[in-house]
T-cell receptor
């Protein structure tokens, strides 16, 4: 089982609708979770991070975390064509007495005008 | 200043060349990272420095040699690379290395696109 799993997509959503991106992780000791947006040819940009169970909202973005189910999701409300990108879920996992980010394969999201 | 900068943006090198990638941040972050990203794949961790000391080496071949001259700078020295090393090389930084959120949030630079001929 991969450490972080995402549906690779592509996920196609009409403009103005809610885009829902999902991610599961395998390491129960993970405590920090991150969503990055990456446009084609660009570097990843941190858009949300979450630590506690429940919802965290920032503008049109909501991150949801359920540690019991080892599940983290990202909702994008009022989707815009500019939201079309690859979304990477990342989880902090222990390694060599430290921590490292492990990324999922990414979900490619397309918002259709 | 909330940016991570990387130079050069693009680099083309032969297999016998020696080159260096540079990364700089002025956010007072004490952890810095090198990642490699191939097309349509997620970033893969290569090295992590914490307080200017190498903390993690993800079994990277010795043709890649990292260096952290001070808390703001991170270099990646390249020597005798192979064509399969062509990729986007990303630098990132965070306030600290560890599990203390949000101090472990990582911010990426724009990357250096490397082509090895």
């Amino acid at each position: 089982q991969k450490e972080v799993e995402q549906n690779s997509g592509p996920l196609s959503v009409p403009e103005g609708a809610i885009a829902s991106l999902n991610c599961t992780y395998s390491d129960r000791v993970s405590q920090s979770f991150f969503w990055y947006r990456q446009y084609s040819g660009k570097s990843p940009e941190l858009i949300m991070s979450i630590y506690s169970n429940g919802d965290k909202e920032d503008g049109r973005f909501t991150a949801q975390l359920n540690k019991a189910s080892q599940y983290v999701s990202l909702l994008i409300r009022d989707s815009q064509p500019s939201d079309s990108a690859t979304y990477l879920c990342a989880v902090n996992v222990p390694i060599q007495g430290a921590q490292k980010l492990v990324f999922g394969q990414g979900t490619r999201l397309t918002i259709n005008p | 200043d909330t940016e991570v900068t990387q130079t050069p943006k693009h680099l083309v090198m032969g297999m016998t060349n020696k080159k260096s990638l540079k990364c700089e941040q002025h956010m007072g972050h004490r952890a810095m990272y090198w990642y490699k990203q191939k097309a349509k794949k997620p970033p893969e961790l290569m090295f992590v420095y914490s307080y200017e000391k190498l903390s993690i080496n993800e079994s990277v071949p010795s043709r890649f040699s990292p260096e952290c001259p001070n808390s703001s700078l991170l270099n990646l020295h390249l020597h005798a690379l192979q064509p399969e090393d062509s990729a986007l090389y990303l630098c990132a930084s965070s306030q600290e290395l560890g599990n203390r959120w949000p101090y472990n949030e990582q911010f990426f630079g724009p990357g250096t696109r490397l082509t090895v001929l």
